[in-house]
């Protein structure tokens, strides 16, 4: 059964650093692409970052700038290093991954919980 295990979330004050990690276990699968979503209280589940197999990367509008995702193919692992942390950054993040080449399956993480305090 595919996991996708998370850890790096936290408590940190506004303009402070976090960074969140993401390794898809067990490592038998084509990993087409990697990412992560957040979701705060009360709202709808949002795209934050993703990185592809070659490397191309995108980002939210509201994290541009402050956030990083790489990727270490070698782990099948993905990071999310994320700077100058906001309030309205509050959320439980998400790691996603597009896993397989025949047949690709989307999978989940179990959320970490990242809180900004002002």
């Known amino acids: 059964q595919v996991q996708l295990v998370e850890s790096g979330g936290g408590l940190v004050q506004a303009g402070g650093s976090l960074r969140l990690f993401c390794a898809v276990s067990?490592?038998?699968?084509?990993?087409?692409?990697m990412g992560w979503y957040r979701q705060a209280p009360g709202k709808q589940r949002e795209f934050v970052a993703r990185?592809?197999?070659?490397?191309?990367?995108n980002y939210a509008d509201a994290v541009k700038g402050r956030f990083t995702i790489a990727g270490d193919n070698a782990k099948d692992t993905v990071y999310l290093q994320m700077n100058s942390l906001k309030p309205e950054d509050t959320a439980v993040y998400y790691c996603?991954?597009?896993?397989?080449?025949?047949?690709?399956?989307?999978?989940w993480g179990q959320g970490t919980q990242v809180t900004v305090s002002s």
């Open positions: 996603n991954a597009d896993l397989g080449s025949t047949f690709r399956t989307i999978y």
């Open positions: 990185i592809t197999r070659v490397g191309a990367t």
């Open positions: 067990p490592r038998l699968f084509t990993i087409n692409n």
